[in-house]
């Protein structure tokens, strides 16, 4: 009897961590980690398969991601990138995460703040979807980000033509 409720227990205890580790929230909350630690690494590929195909934010695309995840890995060195308040909403198969974000790097032997301050975090918001069964961001609201794509015109403003009246 008493073998039999422990056993009952047990079983409940797992279901109970299988179902809290496998929800969307958990699932977004490890891509944050993994996409956070893959940055920390130099791990290209690692940060870009937490970017969806469909990825548009002022026509920056997971192709110009990848050019500049090239060029800053090759810069920077001892990239560390700190993550505080972590927030998962979850809305039918879309999520809403939105975090405190500081990145500091090296550069020729000195240490720069690249995203945030000395005492503050910078807010960032990350729109996900399902995209081939996993969790992927497919917008964001990311300040610094936005100022890195419109301080090159040349790249990512395309040129519209108006007709005079």
Known sequence: MRR???LILLLTILIIYFLWYSSPEQKIKRNLKDLKNSFEKKNI??????????????QYKKEDAWQDCEIFFRYYDNIRVEVKEINVKIEKEEGISSFRLRVLARYSGYFYILVGGIREFEKVVFYWKKDKKKWRIYDCRFPTLKYWIL?????????????RV
């Open 151 to 163: 301080s090159r015109p040349e790249k990512f403003n395309k040129k519209k033509k108006y007709i």
């Open 45 to 58: 590929e690692g940060v870009l398969d937490k970017i969806s195909s469909l990825f548009n934010y002022y």
């Open 4 to 6: 039999n409720l422990l």
